[in-house]
């Protein structure tokens, strides 16, 4: 985006113009502003098209999401010391006919006596239960769920860090094929647009009956001409498909293509480090090594808490009853059972094991394999990013040396087209001349154009591979 100070010398010119004008052009240009739409003469920039690749990928969208479901089990590990409280709230009914003198004596009603279907004149019950549990002391279990959660977070963060890296990385080599189709395109513009003008001179020469050319002359530019028409569809349909990436990153709702501002294709001026500088970065930036450190990280406090589960649980339990019922008396006995009207309360201290040492073992080595498992993925990944950071490297190095070598190439080329076409014009050359330093102009141009392209790429790639 331009800054608003960089505005303000073009808001005056632009004044002052209009300052300038008739009242009809001022009405015309006013008709014309509202016409055309803000923003539709708008081209994206690579950066633009970067940031919005990073909002808009799905899967940068599918990681956050994913990091939020970690952040919720972090949450919840952390809040385990925090008591549970269970209640129960229950209203029943019809309740039977239960009455006697409140203190264990024989029932004082007929449907009181024996349970049948004789249910006297029935009730509802009131019920209201309340258990709170709290731990005091796991042996270290609490404390190794929650650091098993934040190591998740963490890899969470590196993995959405990672989503939005592809996609950065994904749309720049889409901006950059359509940067060298566009390119292309200009090439065999030109080429198509010099070879007319030999067919023309040709069909000068050929009807003032000249020796210097014969109709195979024609045929020969025909030829190239239909070559270069097979190569811009080519070049048109490598362009289509750049807009279409482009717009699947970016997530592009309208029905217009994106529209791009292209840039020429030109030898990058960033300075190639060494391969050791290359790895150091990614050893601390790439996000995938992050999230494979804090994946160990988490597998081993996961570990550790299948390891304590060996060891007993003590907590504080607190408990309410409350049973209240229409159609029973109350007992006042303590000794009387009484599952009709009941109060109690009380805290306990409580210590709780379960016994299932075979399944403990199962779960303790799965987890110790699962430890194993990751731990050989970071050394995996270590390994493919190094070979990956080689392996670009390379090609940058390789595409960037091509790039000078052939755009010599395509200066010398350049001189040789112009000098062929204009000896061609005025009479004194011949078409083979003509033809091939057309050819060659158009092969350095394409061999230019490809290595800039693979440099930029294969230093995307770096850039990738490194985090950075």
Same mark, same amino acid.
């Given at each position: 985006?331009?800054?608003?100070?960089?505005?303000?010398?073009?808001?005056?010119?632009?004044?002052?113009?209009?300052?300038?004008?008739?009242?009809?052009?001022?009405?015309?240009?006013?008709?014309?502003?509202?016409?055309?739409?803000?923003?539709?003469?708008?081209?994206?920039?690579?950066?633009?098209?970067?940031?919005?690749? !990073?909002?808009? $990928?799905?899967?940068?969208?599918?990681?956050?999401?994913?990091?939020?479901?970690?952040?919720?089990? @972090?949450?919840?590990?952390?809040?385990?010391?925090?008591?549970?409280?269970?209640?129960?709230?229950?209203?029943?009914?019809?309740?039977?006919?239960?009455?006697?003198?409140?203190?264990?004596?024989?029932?004082?009603?007929?449907? =009181?006596?024996?349970?049948?279907?004789?249910?006297?004149?029935?009730?509802?019950?009131?019920?209201?239960?309340?258990?709170?549990?709290?731990?005091?002391?796991?042996?270290?279990?609490?404390?190794?769920? *929650?650091?098993?959660?934040?190591?998740?977070?963490?890899?969470?963060?590196?993995?959405?860090?990672?989503?939005?890296?592809?996609?950065?990385?994904?749309?720049?080599?889409?901006? @950059?094929?359509?940067?060298? *189709?566009?390119?292309?395109?200009?090439?065999? $513009?030109?080429?198509?647009?010099?070879?007319?003008?030999?067919?023309?001179?040709?069909?000068?020469?050929?009807?003032?009956?000249?020796?210097?050319?014969?109709?195979?002359?024609?045929?020969?530019?025909?030829?190239?001409?239909?070559?270069?028409?097979?190569?811009?569809?080519?070049?048109?349909?490598?362009?289509?498909?750049?807009?279409?990436?482009?717009?699947?990153?970016?997530?592009?709702?309208?029905?217009?293509?994106?529209?791009?501002?292209?840039?020429?294709?030109?030898?990058?001026?960033?300075?190639?480090?060494?391969?050791?500088?290359?790895? $150091?970065? *990614?050893?601390?930036?790439?996000?995938?090594?992050?999230?494979?450190?804090?994946?160990?990280?988490?597998? =081993?406090?996961?570990?550790?808490?299948?390891?304590?589960?060996? &060891?007993?649980?003590?907590?504080?339990?607190?408990?309410? !009853?409350?049973?209240?019922?229409?159609?029973?008396?109350?007992?006042?006995?303590?000794?009387?059972? $009484?599952?009709?009207?009941?109060?109690?309360?009380?805290?306990?201290?409580?210590?709780? &094991? =379960?016994?299932?040492?075979?399944?403990?073992?199962?779960?303790?080595?799965?987890?110790?394999?699962?430890?194993?498992?990751?731990?050989?993925?970071?050394?995996?990944?270590?390994?493919?990013?190094?070979?990956?950071?080689?392996?670009?490297?390379?090609?940058?190095?390789?595409?960037?040396?091509?790039?000078?070598?052939?755009?010599?190439?395509?200066?010398?080329?350049?001189?040789?087209?112009? =000098?062929?076409?204009?000896?061609?014009?005025?009479?004194?050359?011949?078409?083979?001349?003509?033809?091939?330093?057309?050819?060659?102009?158009?092969?350095?141009?394409?061999?230019?154009?490809?290595?800039? &392209?693979?440099?930029?790429?294969?230093?995307?790639?770096?850039?990738?591979?490194?985090?950075?």
């Amino acid at each position: 985006m331009t800054p608003i100070r960089h505005l303000w010398p073009k808001l005056l010119q632009f004044l002052i113009v209009v300052r300038q004008m008739t009242p009809p052009m001022r009405f015309a240009l006013l008709l014309l502003m509202i016409a055309v739409p803000a923003g539709a003469g708008e081209r994206f920039s690579i950066d633009q098209l970067i940031s919005l690749a !990073r909002a808009n $990928d799905a899967r940068v969208k599918e990681a956050q999401a994913q990091l939020r479901v970690y952040e919720s089990l @972090y949450q919840q590990a952390r809040n385990a010391w925090i008591p549970k409280l269970d209640t129960l709230l229950l209203v029943a009914g019809p309740t039977p006919e239960a009455r006697n003198n409140g203190f264990g004596g024989p029932p004082t009603t007929k449907a =009181s006596i024996t349970y049948d279907l004789d249910f006297g004149t029935p009730g509802v019950q009131l019920r209201t239960e309340a258990t709170a549990a709290m731990p005091i002391y796991t042996f270290g279990k609490l404390n190794a769920a *929650a650091e098993a959660g934040r190591q998740g977070v963490a890899a969470g963060e590196a993995l959405a860090a990672s989503a939005g890296d592809e996609a950065e990385y994904q749309v720049a080599l889409a901006y @950059y094929g359509y940067c060298l *189709a566009s390119q292309s395109l200009r090439l065999i $513009d030109d080429t198509m647009n010099r070879l007319d003008k030999a067919r023309q001179t040709i069909d000068r020469l050929i009807a003032a009956h000249s020796d210097q050319v014969t109709q195979r002359d024609a045929y020969k530019i025909g030829y190239y001409r239909g070559q270069a028409l097979a190569q811009k569809e080519a070049a048109e349909a490598g362009a289509r498909y750049a807009l279409a990436a482009i717009a699947l990153l970016i997530h592009w709702t309208e029905e217009r293509p994106v529209p791009v501002e292209t840039a020429p294709l030109e030898l990058p001026v960033q300075f190639l480090a060494s391969v050791d500088a290359y790895l $150091d970065l *990614a050893a601390s930036h790439r996000p995938e090594l992050r999230a494979l450190r804090a994946g160990v990280a988490a597998q =081993s406090s996961l570990a550790l808490l299948q390891e304590k589960m060996y &060891y007993p649980d003590l907590g504080l339990v607190g408990f309410f !009853r409350w049973v209240w019922t229409t159609s029973a008396t109350r007992q006042r006995s303590p000794f009387a059972y $009484d599952p009709y009207n009941d109060l109690t309360a009380g805290i306990a201290l409580v210590l709780r &094991y =379960s016994w299932d040492f075979h399944t403990k073992r199962s779960q303790l080595d799965m987890a110790n394999a699962q430890l194993d498992k990751v731990r050989q993925q970071e050394v995996l990944a270590t390994l493919g990013v190094r070979l990956q950071i080689e392996k670009a490297w390379s090609e940058a190095r390789s595409a960037i040396a091509r790039s000078e070598q052939q755009g010599a190439a395509l200066k010398d080329a350049q001189r040789w087209a112009t =000098s062929a076409f204009a000896a061609f014009d005025i009479g004194t050359g011949d078409t083979r001349e003509l033809v091939d330093s057309l050819t060659a102009y158009a092969s350095a141009s394409a061999l230019r154009d490809q290595a800039l &392209y693979e440099a930029q790429v294969a230093l995307r790639t770096l850039t990738r591979a490194t985090g950075v």
